[in-house]
């Protein structure tokens, strides 16, 4: 064994240490409650015309599945789920995680009061809501 293959080899032995310890970490230590805690917010952006609100979340590899609430409260629009990590092998080697992960949750008051979704569209890694004013 070279000294190059004993590296890649302990390198991707931490990889996958470290892995399992936040799996741990994260079984083991949720909150109490209904909702695990946040772990990242997605950007959003917030457009007005004279009849809705156009609202774009930014949610990279969300399935529409995986959104677990989408909903408005008062003013406030409400958007929650789950991005998990991709893997796509289970030999590969992770040298860099950017994007983020895991439960998310964004709340944005919003500009009009007494909206209603009227259409919701996820498409290329966007949310895209429209709500209709009352």
Do not use: N
Not at 26 to 49: C, H, I, L, N, S
Not at 83 to 91: K, N
């Amino acid at each position: 064994m070279s000294i190059d293959d004993l590296d890649s080899w302990m390198w991707a032995e931490a990889v996958r240490r470290q892995e399992r310890a936040e799996r741990i970490q994260r079984q083991f230590f949720r909150r109490a409650g209904p909702r695990p805690r946040k772990q990242w917010e997605p950007p959003v952006d917030v457009f007005e015309t004279a009849d809705a609100i156009y609202v774009i979340v930014a949610l990279p590899g969300v399935s529409d599945g995986s959104l677990t609430d989408l909903e408005i409260r008062g003013d406030i629009l409400f958007v929650a789920g789950e991005r998990a990590v991709p893997t796509p092998l289970d030999d590969a080697l992770l040298h860099r995680l950017e994007i983020p992960h895991g439960h998310f949750e964004r709340s944005v008051t919003l500009p009009w009061p007494r909206l209603v979704i009227a259409k919701r569209e996820l498409v290329d890694g966007c949310l895209f809501l429209t709500l209709r004013k009352r």
